[in-house]
């Protein structure tokens, strides 16, 4: 986007969102109007704000960058649920909330798991 604001959601009356999955995740659209879609009559249950995912500056790739990437080794593919991907990152307390990419690698385990705690120090 140019605005630099990008939004993964689960909300279908986004003005310009596009559909990624076929169970309702949604990239993009426009944030201005993402409110007033989210109370569209015709939606099948309430949308929330944490039916939102908004990433500021994101990477971008040219053609095949990505794929020559993921074959490197410097990034890794992974299928996760909506109910990770829209879970709630709150701090606790204190502590700040484990981020989502830490909590994908525990997930997949063995190497990936062991390329979190390189990465990642769990006590921060």
Request: net charge negative; proline share 5%.
């Amino acid at each position: 986007a140019a605005s630099g604001l990008d939004m993964l959601h689960l909300c279908p009356t986004v003005p310009g969102a596009r559909q990624l999955t076929d169970d309702g995740l949604y990239w993009g659209g426009d944030p201005s109007q993402a409110q007033d879609a989210m109370q569209d009559p015709s939606l099948d249950r309430v949308m929330t704000g944490f039916d939102f995912k908004f990433f500021v500056q994101s990477t971008r790739w040219l053609p095949q960058q990505l794929e020559k990437e993921i074959r490197d080794g410097t990034w890794y593919v992974a299928s996760v649920s909506k109910e990770i991907l829209f879970k709630s990152r709150d701090r606790l307390g204190t502590k700040r909330a484990k981020p989502l990419w830490t909590e994908i690698m525990e997930l997949m385990g063995g190497k990936y798991e062991r390329v979190k705690d390189r990465l990642y120090d769990d006590d921060v």
